[in-house]
């Protein structure tokens, strides 16, 4: 039986992870899944993020089909919407999509 998207079971990385790894230097793959107004807010980005709003997300999917064995941070605000694009990425065979759980408001509190 296949399983739906919104049945997609994703992974979150934590805040305190996430700045671990980038303080390691590791090259990530971030994804904010946000509006482009919404990174110039005060709630702001983190740096280095590649911006695709989840709206644009599944026809951008071609583009990233070179990475779906790679680990891809997703980030919004709140995790919601990074957790809807995780469930689209899994869906379309991406194996390593990681939520930020809490989005920026968790990464604001670091």
């Known amino acids: 039986m296949e399983v739906n998207v919104n049945e997609q079971q994703v992974e979150v990385i934590s805040a305190e992870e996430l700045y671990d790894k980038l303080k390691t230097g590791q090259n990530l793959l971030m994804i904010d899944v ?5 990174l110039r807010m005060k709630i702001g980005h983190i740096k280095g993020v590649k911006n695709i709003p989840i709206g644009r997300l599944i026809p951008k999917l071609i583009e990233l089909d070179s990475l779906k064995n790679q680990e891809i941070i997703l ?3 709140s995790g919601a919407r990074a957790y809807t694009a995780a469930q689209i990425m899994k869906k379309a065979g991406f194996r390593r999509p990681l939520v930020l759980n809490g989005g920026m408001l968790a990464w604001n509190r670091l």
């Open 34 to 38: 946000r509006e482009p107004i919404e």
């Open 75 to 77: 980030v919004c605000r």
